[in-house]
Nanobody
Framework: VQLQASGGGLVQPGGSLRLSCAASGFTFDNYAIGWFRQAPGKEREGVGCINSSGGHTYYADSVKGRFTISRENTKNTVYLQMNSLKAEDTAVYYC????????????????????WGKGTLVTVSS
């Protein structure tokens, strides 16, 4: 199983970025995918999750209304569209696969996430 997040970079406050999570080595469309981030000096936090079919998503309160998760199962790729970025969104962003088709309860975002990719750094600064 391999996951690779990409698309990070430097963006000004209020700007947008789209991250990609490319997956290989497993039946991609059978599993939910989660996005996570870890800011300097802080613990990792869940950003959101999309179920195997793409029909259900949830988001952390801190990003709700600004971030959107989608997936293209034909391309084995999940996306994280980030709009209206803030300085506090600065972090390394990671994707991970769930053991199941559905997302974990939002109160336990890492539950069942058993394969993690390398992250991509997003820096929001003027």
């Amino acid at each position: 199983v391999q996951l690779q997040a990409s698309g990070g970079g430097l963006v000004q406050p209020g700007g947008s970025l789209r991250l990609s999570c490319a997956a290989s080595g497993f039946t991609f469309d059978n599993y939910a995918i989660g996005w996570f981030r870890q800011a300097p000096g802080k613990e990792r936090e869940g950003v959101g999750c999309i179920n195997s079919s793409g029909g259900h998503t949830y988001y952390a309160d801190s990003v709700k209304g600004r971030f959107t998760i989608s997936r293209e199962n034909t391309k084995n790729t999940v996306y994280l569209q980030m709009n209206s970025l803030k300085a506090e969104d600065t972090a390394v962003y990671y994707c991970a696969t769930s053991k199941w088709a559905g997302c974990p309860h939002p109160s336990s975002p890492t539950y069942g996430m058993d394969n993690w990719g390398k992250g991509t750094l997003v820096t929001v600064s003027s």
